[in-house]
């Protein structure tokens, strides 16, 4: 698993990754993540991991459409780049919880009615 993910998981429950996708990182729910300062030292920290995590959420163009977005400015874009990070990773996070209700859930399901076919079985 990158690091970068990792480094989310410890900051990001999952409530607070269904605020972020109800709202966005400039909401200020990605608290941790606020200030220039917060997602440029991220960005510095996992550029590559960052990068490489959004060509695959987002396209390989994405980044660079962050870039001229940002008018070239490079703090502007590291700031974008975390929060879209963030955003994608809030996503996922999201859709494998939900996977794994659904697996959880029919899990169970199944288990109930294997139960009753095989005590109509024995019967």
């Known amino acids: ?3 970068m993910i990792k480094d989310l998981e410890k900051v990001y429950d999952y409530n607070d990754c269904k605020y972020i996708l109800q709202g ?3 909401s200020g729910c990605a608290h941790s993540h606020i200030y ?3 997602t440029n030292a991220f960005y510095d920290m996992h550029h590559d991991e960052i990068v490489e995590y959004i060509k695959d959420n987002m ?3 994405y980044p660079a459409c962050l870039f001229v977005e940002n008018d070239y400015d490079l703090v502007g ?3 974008a780049m975390v929060w ?3 955003e994608c990773h809030s996503y996922n996070e999201l859709v494998a919880h939900q996977i794994k209700k659904f697996n959880d859930w029919n899990n ?3 288990n109930s009615l294997a139960n009753c ?4 079985l024995e019967s």
Do not use: P
Request: aromatic content about 16%; overall charge negative.
């Open 1 to 3: 698993m990158m690091e």
């Open 24 to 26: 966005g990182c400039i």
């Open 36 to 38: 220039y300062s917060q």
């Open 59 to 61: 396209g390989d163009n």
């Open 77 to 79: 874009y590291k700031n």
């Open 84 to 86: 879209c990070a963030i």
């Open 108 to 110: 169970k399901d199944f």
């Open 117 to 120: 076919l095989y005590k109509e």
